[in-house]
């Protein structure tokens, strides 16, 4: 039983001496990654109702997106 | 809860915790996360097809108050006027119905991770839907990899307009989980869990379904839908975009879904992004969407009372769409002005073709009842729409 | 591997909203080393090197024209510049981008007070390993960095103010 909160602990640990995963992709070759023409949604208003559209009219729903990357920025 | 969803509910708990425990795992650095840039957006949307002509304003502003917060909302309105196969074969004639949504939402943005609450309330004649919801986005291994969680509560009344007693209640319940991640400086990869359940009145008070009658004039007769109470879906989808050297992008998407009424779906979607100068863009695309019907649907039911369950809705039918579609957009203000930094105007058209190959077109009373041809239709939206940021 | 997931779900997700809550920017002192030298063109067309600037403190920062936080930070070193230039201090902004189109738009709807450095070949990036953006390091009049700040909040300007001062008074 003891093991649990040890567990949790070790990770909280952890976490406060961590050294990052180096990002293969420096912050300054993320210039493509930030134009418009790289968003999976550029228009949220559009991308809304596109949803609603198909969302009405069949059976699936869900996963429809909407939740994307950052800027790269800090 | 049911046995059949309440393992579902399971399975999506344990994704989510199992994805927090990787997080807990793994280093967060500590760096800011960014929120949107101030925006305001209005579009009119315009949709014509079935012979349901649906057209509305949506209106969106999202604006930042101090350095950490952003507050959002959206206006949006269906003005409806249908004299849908549904409608005219039900005896009804033409109808005109307005539906109003208004939500509000604030995001706060504290580290390298951004909290979202928003509520949104739907309201027409005859239906009023609420939702709450809540999520999280988190920016992880040098921003490379984006981490979203959400829930959201819905809680919908169902009324009829042709019964001023008749209320029933939905109450819904949305968890996702969304995983973004750059693969490399021109490739970016993404993937979305979603599970929903509902529970309550999930039919629609004034179809039916239609089961053989030999007594009758037309060969069947029609008796009220009954659907089960409640429905568990889940969708998985996995979309990438990348980026080509001239300025333009190509993006493909593929969704799964699957729900406890035995629909199974599957749509792609592909996607081609073009610029040019002097601030214009063009996208090019295609959907394609198939479904397989719920298991207790039916064109034609052999017999009154033929299953607990009845629908005919060609919504849970087995059908297939294909869309094809493109926008325009043209940036008027390129290089900023005080006020505004950028502003665009956009034009969007989606052709969709319907094709049912379950659901047949009753308008035709002179065939023999199942005999009908197989209905389909095609739709034509349209979208006008102008986007400022500021 | 069994036991963390038996913890219950809700203390899994009140732990991670801790540690996010707690989680605070990375600006740190840094070792004392030497300012790697380099030569850059500036937007006006002139070469510049950082050891022409010895003896004064330089504040060196990487920015792009597509990096919202880059865009907040720019006036306040333009600022920074102008307030402490006669005491031997200057910023020197260095434009990562391959291409710098946008990056001269840019100055020229929001132009600055220091100096802009064009890092086409990202070879100076490279020699700071500049791993976040904006990245701002401080150069004392030794031609060491002092300060390393990776990212820009709203407040760091603070820090600025007083590693600036600090790093004059030497």
Known sequence: MLIKPCLFLLVLLQLSGCSTLEPWVKPYERAHLADPVMKFQRDPVSSAYMTHVYQAREGARGAEGGGGGGCGCN | MPVAPKAAVVAAVAVTRALVVVLLCVCLPSRAGVLPDDRADALYHSYDGGDVEITGPSVLILKKIGQNVALSGNYYVDSISSASIDVVTSGASKYSEDRTELSAGVDYMHGNSIMSLSYTNSDEDDYEGNTASFGVKMDMFGNMTTVSLGYAYGWDTVKNNTDSTFSEDIDRQNYRLGLSQVLSKDLVMELDLETITDEGFLNNPYRSVRYLDPGSALGYSFQSEVYPSTRTSNAAAIRSIYYLPYRASVSAEYRFFDDTWDITAHNIKLAYVHTLPGGWLLEGRYRYYTQTAADFYSDLFPFRDAQNFLARDKELSKFHSNTVGATVSYDFIENGSKYIDRGSINLSYDHIMFDYDDFRDIRNTAVTAGTEPLYDFTSDVVQVFLSIWF | ?170
């Open chain 3, 1 to 170: 591997m069994n036991e963390i997931l038996r913890i219950p779900l809700h203390t899994m997700i009140t732990a991670l909203a801790v540690i996010i809550l707690l989680s605070n920017d990375v600006s740190a002192g840094i070792e004392q080393t030497s300012a790697p030298d380099f030569t850059l063109k500036s937007v006006d067309g002139r070469n510049l090197r950082l050891s022409e600037y010895r003896g004064e403190v330089v504040l060196i920062n990487f920015w792009a024209s597509w990096c919202g936080p880059c865009r907040q930070e720019m006036p306040i070193l333009s600022d920074l510049h102008e307030r402490y230039k006669s005491l031997g201090f200057t910023v020197l902004g260095i434009n990562v981008e391959e291409d710098s189109t946008d990056a001269r738009r840019l100055l020229g709807k929001m132009p600055v007070s220091f100096p802009v450095l064009l890092d086409n070949t990202s070879s100076v990036s490279k020699q700071y390993d500049v791993v976040a953006m904006p990245s701002t390091v401080l150069v004392d009049r030794n031609g060491n960095m002092r300060y390393l700040h990776k990212g820009y909040k709203p407040g760091l300007e603070e820090q600025y103010l007083r590693q600036v001062r600090e790093l004059i008074r030497e």
